[in-house]
Structure formats: structure tokens, C-alpha cells
């Protein structure tokens, strides 16, 4: 059974156009993180959540945003997507984020902007 | 800065045996993890290393060596299935991941 759930797996959008990208976990983890991983490129952190604890990447773009409304979900918000944004959108979690907790990957969201 | 070390590419053939290296630079050291990624999928957990020496899972083990700043996968008894990237990642003292770009593995029947 899925234990990180990432909808959609596939997301058109226009240039411009806001999207949101969803995530869900039974895990019941503390710690929730959004990736943005271009091809043969590292997963790069764009935020992660400690509860309800918000941590920004300092060179995250504005453009980014997200919520976290309870343990169980969290969203990522695109403002105005740019041809650049472009990727796939990984969301993981960690049980509390520290020492030898790896974390575990939804199977991401790939973003095609038009 | 910090900085993580892979080669780009790597290709074994079906059955031999393959060493994945990694290097690593970063601010501070609370232990490395292996993650394999096929293609247009997410990273699955491999390993965890935090002390030195030799951590041996089935037909994968991974090898830390702290003083030297290194890390290796191994990967014995290969099969097509496991033609992958395989990334390393080290967790620093912030408890952040600093990921490598990962190394794509191509195997050969």
C-alpha cells in the first residue's frame, strides 16, 4: 500500500497559470518535504515542514509556496509557473527528521508547463 | 560549500559486480544514505551508514569511511532490474540532505 501519495502523477499547466500539487502520507511522520528534481540533477529541497513548523529554502523562489493543513497532508502551490518550473515534484517524509530516519518518496508529480 | 561526488555514468554487465564511489564535503556529519532512482520514479531507500566500515543487505552493501569523507555501493550478482540512478546523499549537522546528482547504472545482458 502506497504510504506517500502524490496526486497527480502527471500535470499540464499553462505558463502563468497557478498550480497546486498535492501530498499525503499514513505514515503519520512529523516531517514532510517538497523536492524539485530536474533530469540527472539532485533532488533539490524547496521547503519541508516539522509539524506545523515551516522551513523555507533561502533560494527557493517566491513563486513557491506551501501549506500544510494537518499531519497528513501537505500542498505545494506554484504561483505563476515559468517554463523553468518544469520538473518533477517530489514530496517525502521522516518520522522526525534526524540521525538514521530516511525518508520515504511519494512517486512524484512531473510538471510540463505549455 | 558543501558538496557531494558521483560519477555520472556507469555500466556492468548482468551477474558481475559494480562499486559505486561517493565523495562528500559538508558541514558537519550525521551519516549517509544510498538511494536508488529508476528512471521517472522516486528514490527508494537502500542504506544508512553513520559509523565506519561495512554494512551488507542482501546482494547490497554500502562501505563509509568518515576520516576519508567516502562512501561506496555495492552491488553484487547484478541483475537488468537493477539499472537504475543511484544517488548518495549525506545528512549534515543542520540535519539537512545534501544529495549527490547520482550515478546512472546501465547494465549489460
Known amino acids: 500500500d502506497a504510504m506517500v501519495i502524490q496526486n497527480p502523477r502527471y500535470q499540464v499547466t499553462q505558463f502563468g497559470k497557478p498550480v497546486t500539487l498535492s501530498c499525503s502520507q499514513t505514515l503519520n511522520h512529523n516531517v514532510m518535504y517538497w523536492y524539485q528534481q530536474k533530469s540527472s540533477q539532485a533532488p533539490k529541497l524547496l521547503f519541508h515542514y516539522y509539524d506545523k513548523d515551516f522551513n523555507n529554502e533561502a533560494d527557493t523562489p517566491d513563486n513557491f509556496q506551501s501549506r500544510r493543513p494537518n499531519t497528513s497532508f501537505c500542498f505545494l502551490d506554484i504561483r505563476s509557473p515559468g517554463l523553468g518550473d518544469a520538473a518533477m515534484y517530489l514530496c517525502?517524509?521522516?518520522?522526525?527528521?534526524?540521525?538514521?530516519?530516511?525518508?520515504?518518496f511519494g512517486d512524484g508529480t512531473r510538471l510540463s508547463i505549455l | 560549500g558543501q558538496n557531494i561526488d558521483q560519477p555520472t555514468e556507469m555500466t556492468a554487465t548482468e551477474g558481475a559486480i559494480v562499486q559505486i564511489n561517493c565523495t562528500y564535503q559538508?558541514?558537519?556529519?550525521?551519516?549517509l544514505f544510498w538511494y536508488q532512482q529508476h528512471a521517472g520514479e522516486a528514490p527508494t531507500f537502500l542504506s544508512y551508514n553513520v559509523l565506519d566500515g561495512l554494512e551488507e543487505k542482501g546482494r547490497f552493501s554500502s562501505f563509509l569511511s568518515r576520516s576519508k569523507g567516502y562512501s561506496y555501493l555495492l552491488l553484487k550478482e547484478l541483475q537488468m532490474k537493477d539499472s537504475a540512478s543511484y544517488l548518495c546523499?549525506?545528512?549534515?549537522?543542520?540535519?539537512?540532505?545534501?544529495w549527490g546528482a547520482g550515478t546512472k547504472l546501465i547494465i549489460k545482458p
Open positions: 559538508t558541514s558537519g556529519f550525521n551519516g
Open positions: 546523499a549525506v545528512l549534515d549537522s543542520n540535519y539537512q540532505l545534501i
Open positions: 517525502a517524509t521522516s518520522r522526525t527528521g534526524e540521525s538514521n530516519q530516511p525518508q520515504h
